[in-house]
């Protein structure tokens, strides 16, 4: 038995000899296996690793599934709308480039599939479509749990330079030229600032058949009570935009949040601007963010519904916050608008104050009371503003039809006071015989305008022309001059003004030069009424409104800070009838591309403020000479 087992042993060890023996010795012909190094085993598999892979995947695929869609709207005969900076190309040219984008993205998902350990981040260089060069000013983009987070903006240094003073930074109240009396009007002033450096960032992801995006902007062109230019310049940020939106596939979108109004013009069909390759509002290319007058704008509050049909049509509607402006001149205080802005709530700062004295009748001691400006004041609005808009793009020009609808309210006191210590009957109520709140009343006045696009693109793109009109009643405020929306009536009433405004504009763009020109102008109506229980005109431009010193130059108050407070034009009203500019300026782009976009501008404007004719004949009239300069580094 044991020489059994000692005999199969032997036979065992022999085998496991010959097969190792075998195994080491090359097959005939073939060269000798060189002796490598054992590869270490890899790093074992984290939780935190699929969870990245899978982003990373989602994000791939969901960029692939936007270029597919794009590329079979390219080849259904549909145009995207354009981007701000294409430089005309044909669609063609779009079509070529998107299969090879697609194959990019493929091997990029490919890649992805063996992924290193991540913390669940991906950043990754992205190129936004344009019809000029799909790859040209890459965007870098975060890539996030299925969302994709695209930072922008740009830093400024402009400087404006401007012949007849406003104490003003870049943005030009157009409203407040000063007239030929004024001391503003013999001085010149420079603002240097970088106020208007913007940052943004646009979110966007895919959900099924929708594609949710946002976008948030802001700048510096606010102040707070403690801002100066003395040292630190200390500006307060604002906030521009703060929207979300979700855009089915099937041409239904709804957008919510503060945005451009749906009455500023859009270049292609309707949607929103992000400044992220999608800016597809018409806005003047001017340095000065104030545009140019007869551009009618405003970023607001808003939720908006829009329907585009296949590119070539598409309908919105829109509910956006009202806010009305009021200029009216010798009325009694009998009427209430709104209200100086709530504390923590709205701006509640105090402009200034003054003491003032009246004698009651039958009296010899004077009574003072104190009198002071809020710095903004906020009307008690009855509904929102009511905007609809049709957008026509059949090939050959973008066109555009739209409408607004306002409603106005004030409460009206018949029986109030017309100075302070007088006594007397209420003219509607003779029982009355003093300051009472007696038959208060509310008025209502439906307000509202039209208005209408037209823009031509020429010369493959490079030359573009457009054209802009909108007029109403109680419209001023959506206007760049900031004309005033009412006045009041005599009886305490609301009384509407009538407004035009008007924008013609001619844009030359080039590979590395833009230039733009444009004239625009806005029109207020007279509104003015006879008070025939002060024995006076109220309102809005009344011919018999006083502006016989409006050219004569008065000595400076110290009555807060010497040196500081410009002396009041006496016996001038001075209601503007029209403001009219006129704009020349180019930008020239030194660099563009992955790292960013350098690029300097400069704008000469020449604008004018006309008045109502008076007492003292021909109306008088402000103006302004406006050079600016900015240089701005957008990121990439």
């Not at 294409?86 to 669609?91: E, N, S």
């Not at 008025?443 to 823009?455: F, I, M, T």
């Amino acid at each position: 038995m044991k020489s059994t087992k000692t005999l199969f042993l032997t036979a065992l060890t022999l085998a496991l000899l010959t097969t190792s023996v075998w195994a080491e010795t090359p097959a005939s012909g073939a060269p000798a296996a060189k002796e490598t190094t054992p590869v270490p085993a890899p790093p074992p598999i984290t939780a935190a690793d699929v969870l990245a892979l899978k982003d990373a995947m989602a994000a791939q695929q969901q960029q692939i599934e936007r270029l597919t869609l794009q590329l079979q709207r390219l080849q259904a005969g549909q145009s995207q709308p354009p981007a701000p900076e294409a430089a005309g190309k044909t669609d063609a040219a779009q079509t070529q480039a998107i299969p090879q984008q697609l194959a990019e993205v493929s091997n990029s998902v490919a890649v992805q599939q063996n992924p290193a350990p991540s913390s669940g981040l991906n950043v990754q260089e992205t190129t936004p479509q344009t019809p000029s060069n799909p790859l040209e000013s890459p965007v870098i983009s975060i890539h996030f749990r299925g969302i994709t987070i695209t930072p922008g903006g740009f830093a400024e240094a402009a400087f404006v330079r401007r012949s007849r003073a406003l104490a003003a930074d870049l943005t030009t109240p157009f409203n407040s030229l000063t007239l030929p009396g004024a001391s503003q009007s013999q001085l010149s002033e420079f603002f240097g600032s970088a106020r208007q450096s913007r940052p943004t960032v646009y979110v966007d992801g895919r959900l099924g058949n929708v594609e949710l995006s946002s976008y948030v902007s802001g700048d510096f062109l606010s102040a707070a009570d403690t801002s100066s230019a003395t040292q630190t310049n200390s500006y307060s940020f604002r906030l521009r935009q703060a929207w979300g939106q979700a855009k089915f596939d099937n041409g239904w979108s709804f957008l919510g949040g503060q945005s451009w109004s749906l009455l500023t013009e859009n270049k292609q069909s309707i949607a929103p601007s992000d400044d992220v390759g999608k800016a597809n509002d018409s806005r003047p290319m001017t340095i000065d963010p104030g545009y140019n007058v007869g551009f009618t704008f405003a970023r607001q509050y808003g939720i908006r519904l829009t329907k585009d049909f296949n590119h070539k049509v598409a309908v919105a509607v829109a509910v956006e916050n009202p806010q009305a402006t009021l200029t009216s001149h010798g009325n009694a205080d009998n009427f209430l608008l709104g209200a100086a802005g709530a504390t923590n709530s709205y701006n509640d700062a105090i402009t200034g104050c003054a003491t003032n004295s009246y004698t009651p009748t039958g009296a010899t001691t004077p009574v003072y009371y104190v009198t002071c400006t809020p710095a903004a004041t906020y009307s008690f609005n009855p509904s929102p503003d009511i905007i609809a808009k049709v957008a026509f793009d059949p090939g050959f020009g973008h066109y555009e039809v739209f409408g607004l609808y306002d409603r106005f309210r004030d409460r009206a006191f018949p029986c109030a006071d017309f100075t302070i210590g007088k006594t007397g009957p209420c003219p509607t109520n003779p029982k009355v015989t003093g300051p009472s709140a007696s038959g208060a009343f509310n008025a209502s006045k439906n307000g509202g305008g039209v208005g209408a696009n037209a823009r031509w693109n020429f010369y493959d793109k490079h030359i573009v022309f457009g054209l802009h009109g909108f007029g109403g009643s109680g419209v001023g405020r959506y206007g760049a001059a900031q004309l005033s929306d009412l006045s009041i009536h005599a009886n305490g009433t609301p009384d509407l003004i009538k407004n035009l405004q008007g924008l013609a504009s001619l844009e030359w763009h080039g590979k590395k030069l833009d230039v733009y020109l444009y004239t625009g102008a806005e029109y207020n109506s007279r509104t003015s009424d006879y008070d025939l229980n002060t024995k006076t005109y109220v309102g809005y431009g009344s011919p018999l409104f006083n502006n016989s010193g409006c050219t004569a130059e008065t000595p400076p108050s110290i009555a807060v800070t010497a040196g500081f407070n410009p002396g009041s034009l006496s016996k001038c009203t001075g209601d503007s009838r029209a403001v009219i500019e006129g704009t020349a300026g180019f930008w020239y782009r030194f660099y563009s591309g992955p790292r960013g976009r350098f690029q300097f501008g400069t704008q000469y404007s020449y604008v004018t403020r006309q008045t109502w004719t008076g007492v003292g004949g021909v109306g008088p009239e402000g103006l302004d000479n406006m050079v600016f300069t900015s240089f701005r580094y957008y990121l990439p």
